[in-house]
T-cell receptor, first 115, second 109 residues
Framework: DADVTQTPRNRITKTGKRIMLECSQTKGHDRMYWYRQDPGLGLRLIYYSFDVKDINKGEISDGYSVSRQAQAKFSLSLESAIPNQTALYFC??????????????FGPGTRLTVL | RKEVEQDPGPFNVPEGATVAFNCTYSNSASQSFFWYRQDCRKEPKLLMSVYSSGNEDGRFTAQLNRASQYISLLIRDSKLSDSATYLCVVTGGSYIPTFGRGTSLIVHP
């Protein structure tokens, strides 16, 4: 089974709809991240969480919110989706201080299209 | 200036060639350095960490030059399966990773 899972894998929605993307991990890592990837722009950090009680904005948090329900779960919400939020979204975890240091482990991604 | 910069390529090389990518970073306090590989429409995966002393993993060699603030990745004896996008990642004092935009490599027969 995959260590980091994301649901849904693909989603098409309409402008103005509320969307939630979910991420679960079985790696036991405290740190979780949400990124979006756009062609030519690389991966950009939306939000990150270093533990259940810690939530931080990343480079491009406007229009997004997150919830860290448990160590293993980190959800990303688009309160009112707009077309320029069409992108590939990745969740990642890391185990700071572990043997692999800051290595990021990614989920398979969610392809979101906002019409 | 973007914090982490890479030449987007594509680098188009024949099988068996040696190819090198560089990545520059702007934050002199950066702590950790990595190369990730990303196949089309898939998640990035760690290729190798980059240490001050340099490190090698089979056909792949990574080096760090702190004075000039760049890291490099050398791939020897390129294989068709090496075709992918290579992402440079730098982590600063806040331990937040910053990704470069990636360098595309195409290895052809």
């Amino acid at each position: 089974d995959a260590d980091v899972t994301q649901t849904p894998r693909n989603r098409i929605t309409k402008t103005g709809k509320r969307i939630m993307l979910e991420c679960s991990q079985t790696k036991g890592h405290d740190r979780m991240y949400w990124y979006r990837q756009d062609p030519g722009l690389g991966l950009r950090l939306i939000y990150y969480s270093f533990d259940v009680k810690d939530i931080n904005k990343g480079e491009i948090s406007d229009g997004y919110s997150v919830s860290r329900q448990a160590q293993a779960k980190f959800s990303l919400s688009l309160e009112s989706a707009i077309p320029n939020q069409t992108a590939l979204y990745f969740c990642a975890t890391s185990d700071f201080g572990g043997a692999q240091g800051d290595t990021q482990y990614f989920g398979p991604g969610t392809r979101l299209t906002v019409l | 200036r973007k914090e982490v910069e890479q030449d987007p390529g594509p680098f188009n090389v024949p099988e068996g060639a040696t190819v090198a990518f560089n990545c520059t970073y702007s934050n002199s306090a950066s702590q950790s350095f990595f190369w990730y590989r990303q196949d089309c429409r898939k998640e990035p995966k760690l290729l190798m960490s980059v240490y001050s002393s340099g490190n090698e993993d089979g056909r792949f060699t990574a080096q760090l030059n702190r004075a000039s603030q760049y890291i490099s990745l050398l791939i020897r004896d390129s294989k068709l399966s090496d075709s992918a996008t290579y992402l440079c990642v730098v982590t600063g004092g806040s331990y937040i990773p910053t990704f470069g935009r990636g360098t595309s490599l195409i290895v052809h027969p």
